[in-house]
């Protein structure tokens, strides 16, 4: 096993690894009955949870509140957020001159899957 970090409620952390990463409050650590540790993280701005090992995990900051922590990650988030949108923007073409096409009617949406009714955007009629 890997050198321990040691995590505790309350600590700012970062999933840097991994296809999933994020940004979060800590919420529980522990060990695994293997000796391997695990950690709860709540995702943050979205708020569900996560568990991860420690080796996936940066600390950001410690020694805050459960507000503040909360707090500064969500602007943490927010501000890679903005600094990504001006990426992409600068990234994104000039308006064309041409309109963009409507979207086809409903009647033409609805027998894409296969020719089955649809019920809604993607899910099939009963029968």
């Given at each position: ?73 969500v602007t ?43 019920v809604g ?7």
């Open positions: 096993m890997n050198e321990s970090k040691s995590f505790q409620a309350g600590d700012l952390v970062e999933k840097h690894v991994g296809e999933a990463r994020y940004i979060g409050v800590v919420v529980a650590a522990y060990p695994t009955l293997a000796g391997a540790d695990r950690v709860v993280v709540d995702v943050l701005p979205q708020r569900f949870q996560m568990i991860g090992s420690g080796d996936q995990l940066r600390l950001l900051r410690s020694g805050l509140t459960r507000e503040q922590a909360i707090i500064a990650g943490i988030v927010a501000q890679r957020a903005i600094a990504e949108l001006g990426t992409i923007a600068a990234a994104v073409p000039p308006a064309m001159d041409e309109p963009v096409p409507p979207p086809a009617p409903a009647s033409v949406a609805m027998f894409r899957q296969g020719g089955k009714p649809m955007p993607d899910r099939p009629a009963s029968a």
